[in-house]
């Protein structure tokens, strides 16, 4: 097993400091719910700290050509690349999912980084015409100060080079608050991006809970552009805060999304894909497919299929395992919860629903891969992210009403259709209200050089990553160049 310190401190100017106050919150095991680290808890004087060396910081950072911007961060790229393997255990040793989908999931970080790097040799302006004789017109990007960034810890080395790279290319300096439940893995990107060369100062890492370090850093009047991802209901209470300073907000939030499976639709592939959309990281994806519609017509086929290969799922820590545990306590019990509640209201339990309490998951946080039918698709749990492996059937008679029930939903990040119909599958594509739209696959997010966001309450409109993340992190300038002939 890898080491990390058994305090994990601030990253402020390439040092390591504990908070202020010398205060620590404990970070667990999700598979054991042992001990991993003590982590700083910081708070706003902690936060004035980091913003204040990012300020400083920011002018020198910008000054720096793009492409030799990329350069550095390039080398930051090589670093993650030399120590994958570090980091994918302690991804796992966070958040309890296998080594090997954490390796994957560092591999989807250092893919994105290569990508943003690459990015300094283009960050594209446009150049125009104008309706004035010897007038230029041309847009260049600058950058727009300091970046405050807050994650979320579903896929947490992921999650920071998502919005790392591109807040860094543009020529911003940053401060990043860690997700409370993946401190360790924020922690070791600080020191690679140290190791790489990346200056001090230019990226900040704040540990803490969400009230105490992510509120300040949204309220600091220094703070140029809040990028966010986490909960629709967070995003909310951020989006409020940071309103009347008119900062810019980038609001990438949760999602409840449908997988459609029409009566021509290739029940094995489907099957196949239902599964890993609704369980894979355990359903802790923003895009994770938690309401499965199903043409009546195959209902009964379709579900005896899905039930078959969800009994089939393993469930631990383990490479050979399908999905392991739900990140904390709290979680576990809301799941568990919202579960009890939709069955009081006559919801029923097709498979799992409950905590696993064998001996060899009983400390751990696991909840059983869990479908349930017969639930109205207004019941609150139809209408909820639960960000847990959670999936609810509903049967409908034909596609129209599998496209309005798609789009019953307060969110709309991802959707998918499976059918063999070209007619059905690009109808559904045109009109699910979803930010990304899948044919014959399963509800998952985008490649690293492809736009991610959501309609309705899945996000605010931004979309990162892509080069579209870019129009998040820097600000357009026009520039008119007026000449005249007669001077030459
Ligand atoms: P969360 O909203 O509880 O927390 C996310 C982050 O926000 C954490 O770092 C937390 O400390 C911080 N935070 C909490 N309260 C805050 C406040 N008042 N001010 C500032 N920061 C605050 O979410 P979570 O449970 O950690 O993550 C799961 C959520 O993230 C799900 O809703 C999921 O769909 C969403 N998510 C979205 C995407 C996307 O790209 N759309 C990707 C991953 C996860």
């Known amino acids: 097993m890898v080491n990390f310190p058994q305090q994990i401190c601030n990253w402020i100017n390439g040092q390591e400091i ?12 999700p598979c054991n719910g042992q001990i991993l680290s003590q982590v700083a808890r910081s708070q706003a004087e902690d936060v004035a700290i980091a913003v204040e060396v990012a300020r400083k910081q920011q002018v020198a950072w910008s000054e720096i050509p793009p492409v030799k911007r990329g350069e550095i961060l ?11 393997e570090e980091i994918a255990q302690i991804v796992a040793a966070e958040t309890g999912k296998s080594y090997a989908s954490a390796l994957g999931e560092t591999q989807g970080a250092i893919a994105l980084g290569l990508f943003y790097a690459s990015e300094g040799q283009r960050l594209y302006g446009r150049t125009t015409t104008s309706a004035v004789p010897h007038k230029h017109a041309l847009t260049v990007r600058q950058p727009l100060g300091v970046a405050g960034l807050i994650i979320a810890a579903n896929t947490p080395i992921a999650n920071v080079a998502w919005k790392v790279f591109p807040a860094l290319i543009c020529g911003n300096t940053a401060v990043l608050k860690a997700a409370e439940d993946t401190p360790i893995t924020a922690w070791i990107f600080g020191q690679i991006a140290q190791a790489a060369g990346l200056p001090p100062g230019v990226l900040n890492i704040i540990q803490g809970y969400g009230e105490e370090a992510g509120a300040p850093l949204v309220a600091h009047p220094d703070i140029d552009v809040i990028s966010f991802t986490g909960s629709t209901a967070v995003g909310r209470k951020i989006q409020a805060v940071a309103g009347p300073s008119l900062k810019r907000i980038s609001l990438e939030l949760g999602g409840k999304n449908p997988l459609v499976v029409c009566d021509d639709a290739d029940l094995d592939n489907a099957v196949k894909w239902t599964v890993l959309s609704a369980f894979s990281n355990a359903g802790q994806r923003c895009a994770a497919g938690s309401r499965i519609i199903i043409f009546e017509s195959i209902y009964d086929q379709f579900r005896d299929l899905l039930l078959e290969k969800t009994k089939q799922l393993k469930v631990g820590p383990k490479d050979s395992d399908d999905l392991g545990p739900v990140i904390n306590n709290r979680q576990l019990q809301q799941m568990l919860s919202a579960i009890a509640t939709a069955k009081a209201k006559g919801a029923k339990i097709l498979i799992g629903g409950d905590r696993l309490t064998d001996s060899e998951h009983k400390d751990g946080y696991y909840l059983a891969p869990t479908l349930l039918e017969n639930i109205s698709p207004e019941a609150e749990i139809s209408q909820t992210e639960l960000f847990g492996p959670i999936a609810i059937l509903y049967s409908v008679s034909d596609f129209n009403s599998a496209l309005a029930l798609a789009n019953n939903s307060p969110y709309g990040l991802t959707a998918s259709i499976h059918t063999k119909n070209l007619h059905r599958a690009i109808r559904f594509c045109e009109k699910v209200q979803a930010g990304v739209a899948v044919v014959n ?3 998952y997010g ?10 309705k309450q899945s996000g605010n409109g931004t979309r990162e990553p892509g080069t579209e993340a870019l129009d998040v992190y820097s600000e357009l300038k026009d520039i008119y160049i007026n000449i005249d002939p007669n001077f030459v």
């Open 441 to 443: 696959g399963g509800t």
């Open 74 to 84: 390039h080398d930051l790229v090589l670093g993650l690349k030399a120590r994958q």
């Open 446 to 455: 985008s490649e690293p050089h492809m736009p991610f966001g959501g309609f």
């Open 18 to 29: 504990p908070s202020q106050k010398g205060a620590w919150f404990t970070k667990l095991n």
